[in-house]
């Protein structure tokens, strides 16, 4: 069965920092990339980062470049995403997503890498607050 899986959302206080996993369960090889997305009230789902699963290159949304970094361990099919210095403002739900290989999906373009989204997790909540 295909699965994404979040975890490591919560509570943080402005300026902390925080780790989100996401871990895929069949896929094997069957994708392109992974990327993390998250979606705040009242805005559009916006892209962070992304990996490309044949060469692990990453590729991060200019915005987002600095304070957050994206990472894979292919041992265990997850993907990391690390935040610090959160804000007020990166307070959302994160999704990770998959772009399957023969699939299509939601186009994004996430720091230069077009991808079609087409299997997403079901998010976790990150709450940015003293």
């Known amino acids: 069965q295909v699965k994404l899986v979040e975890s490591g959302g919560g509570l943080v206080q402005p300026g902390g920092s925080l780790t989100l996993s996401c871990a895929a369960f069949?896929?094997?090889?069957?994708?392109?990339?992974i990327g993390w997305f998250r979606k705040a009230p009242g805005k559009e789902r916006e892209g962070i980062a992304c990996?490309?699963?044949?060469?692990?290159?990453?590729y991060y949304a200019d915005s987002m470049k600095g304070r957050f970094s994206i990472s894979i361990e292919h041992f265990n099919n997850t993907v990391y995403l690390q935040m610090k210095n959160l804000e007020p403002e990166d307070q959302a739900i994160y999704f990770c997503?998959?772009?399957?290989?023969?699939?299509?999906?939601?186009?994004?373009?996430?720091?230069?890498?077009?991808?079609?989204?087409?299997?997403w997790g079901q998010g976790t909540q990150v709450t940015v607050s003293a």
């Open positions: 990996v490309r699963r044949r060469d692990d290159n990453t």
């Open positions: 069949g896929f094997g090889r069957e994708y392109h990339a």
């Open positions: 997503a998959a772009d399957r290989v023969a699939a299509s999906g939601d186009n994004y373009v996430v720091g230069g890498l077009k991808a079609q989204y087409d299997y």
